[in-house]
Nanobody, 114 residues
Framework: QVQVVESGGGLVQPGGSLSLSCAAS?????TSWYRQAPGNEREHVAT?????????YYSDPVKGRFTIFRDNGATTVILHASRLKPEDTAIYYC?????????WGQGTQVTVSA
């Protein structure tokens, strides 16, 4: 049974930063972060490939502010979010691609507010 577990959400002030962690219990090909704000569709945030050469992708709203990277011997993927804005408030979900199947975590809330 593959498990994908996110952690690290919370309340942060505008301009602040935080890091989200994603741990998947399988041999991942790629790991992505998505987010969903109330009333909005889930949107892509960032992706890192974890096989062969590492490649990263970012959505335009977070480019230059968020960084995705592997940690802990490549078993954990970190999304470091900086210069946070109120519009970054959402539930953040991790998706792990293992083989040809996608596995989602339960999500972690990030709230950016003064």
């Amino acid at each position: 049974q593959v498990q994908v577990v996110e952690s690290g959400g919370g309340l942060v002030q505008p301009g602040g930063s935080l890091s989200l962690s994603c741990a998947a219990s399988g041999d991942t090909t790629a790991t992505s972060w998505y987010r969903q704000a109330p009333g909005n569709e889930r949107e892509h945030v960032a992706t890192i490939t974890t096989r062969g050469r590492t490649t990263t992708y970012y959505s335009d709203p977070v480019k230059g502010r968020f960084t995705i990277f592997r940690d802990n011997g490549a078993t954990t993927v970190i999304l470091h979010a900086s210069r946070l804005k109120p519009e970054d408030t959402a539930i953040y979900y991790c998706k792990a691609l293992i083989g040809t199947r996608e596995y989602w975590g339960q999500g972690t809330q990030v709230t950016v507010s003064a």
